[in-house]
């Protein structure tokens, strides 16, 4: 018997329009870090996010650099941020010179604690002139809250929300409201371009300076002129065309990965010790990967038993981010806050989310976690 296929936690889907697009771009000969698809993907994230200014880049690690740069932080500057992340969310912060900060996240669930931010800021002599948000898992902050938090303490908001493409809260798409808003394409993102990113603002004139920086802040002259730099950052007009057919199917995406959500809780639910993290009232997940939490105690096995259980059948799963302080390269960092991150990861387990994944995919996923439960 051969072993079953391998399968991953979130591995890209393409619709077979990409293909056909790409074909194009090779038609027209528009090889290049700007054309027709990277404007066209732009207008198409704009009209998905409904925030008005984007442009294309290479990642959304660059995006995040881009915002920091123009905001301007350096050394002596904090920037406050959710400990789990993704170091993408993150090390920007370190290419600035400035100093990251870590708070905790909700207890149950993934997004930064802002009854514990609001205290801190309140706390703190000096409020930091960046706060970091992190839309964890396609779920989404309170940005009405954030946004009243802003206008108080006079700090910018930046919404990471990498991973929470077609996510909504109160009818407002991730990032709506932040001064600046990351997205990421990488390749297991909900949708993907091979690797990419973008950054979005109502700000036009902030989004123009970042495609300037983007293009190594190439002054407007015949030779090649330059008061500044800048860096390579934009996305290639071959990804884009990737990215244009992606999201003409981003919908459907939203849909399999809350659909396959579902199909988990149905299966799993009843296990002992198992708990999945809810929507509150007013958001719309788009649940690019579903986790459960094990409580080990109750369950009789712990995440690490189940990550291996799963590996010996050829399924991928992983633990949740590790929180930033507990890096070693944070060791040093101050860190805000109890233990809600540090026990959400001693229990939390990405489980296989792709949306391409059939039920007989997902069934395969739960015989062998409720085989482990006994
Ligand atoms: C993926 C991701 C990023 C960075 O995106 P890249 O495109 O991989 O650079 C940033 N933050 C979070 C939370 C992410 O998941």
Not at 104 to 110: L, T
Not at 328 to 346: T, W
């Amino acid at each position: 018997m051969s072993p079953p296929s391998r399968l991953y936690l979130s591995p890209p889907h393409m619709s077979g329009r990409e293909q056909t697009l790409v074909s194009e771009v090779f038609a027209s000969n528009w090889i290049a870090p700007i054309g027709p698809m990277v404007d066209a993907f732009e207008a198409g994230l704009a009209k998905t996010t409904g925030i008005d200014h984007v442009v294309a880049l290479s990642s959304g690690t660059a995006a995040l650099h881009l915002a920091l740069r123009m905001i301007g932080i350096g050394p002596g500057d904090e920037v406050w941020g959710s400990t789990m992340t993704f170091i993408g969310g993150v090390a920007p912060i370190l290419y600035m010179g400035a100093t990251p900060v870590f708070l905790d996240v909700e207890e149950d669930g993934f997004l930064l604690d802002l009854d514990l931010l609001e205290r801190a800021l309140s706390d703190c002599p000096k409020p930091p002139r960046v706060v970091v948000t992190t839309d964890l898992y396609g779920h989404v902050i309170d940005g009405q809250r954030m946004r009243n938090l802003a206008d108080r303490f006079g700090f910018l908001w930046i919404s990471d929300a990498a991973e929470a493409l077609g996510a909504y809260r109160d009818g407002a798409h991730a990032g709506t409201g932040a001064a600046f808003s990351i997205l990421s394409f990488n390749g297991n993102k909900i949708i993907t371009t091979s690797g990419g990113g973008a950054l979005a603002s109502e700000n036009g004139e902030a989004i123009a300076q970042a495609r300037f920086l983007a293009t190594q802040a190439r002054e407007p002259a015949a030779h090649y002129e330059h008061k500044t730099y800048g860096y390579n950052y934009r996305l290639s007009n071959v990804c884009a065309a990737i990215g244009v057919g992606q999201l003409e199917v981003l919908a459907d995406r939203v849909a399999a990965r809350r659909a396959i959500h579902k199909a988990y809780r149905a299966r799993l639910e009843g296990l002992p010790g198992i708990g999945f993290v809810g929507e509150p009232d007013g958001m719309v997940a788009n649940r690019w990967l579903t986790t459960i939490a094990i409580d080990a105690d109750m369950a009789g096995f712990d995440r690490a038993a189940a990550q291996n259980a799963l590996e010996r059948e050829n399924i991928e799963s992983r633990p949740l981010w590790k929180p930033m302080h507990l890096q070693p390269l944070f060791q040093d960092a101050q860190a805000i806050g109890g233990d809600a991150a540090v026990k959400a990861f001693d229990r939390g387990l990405c489980l296989p989310s792709g949306s391409a994944m059939a039920e007989a995919d997902i069934d395969r996923v739960c015989r062998i976690l409720r085989e482990l439960a006994g």
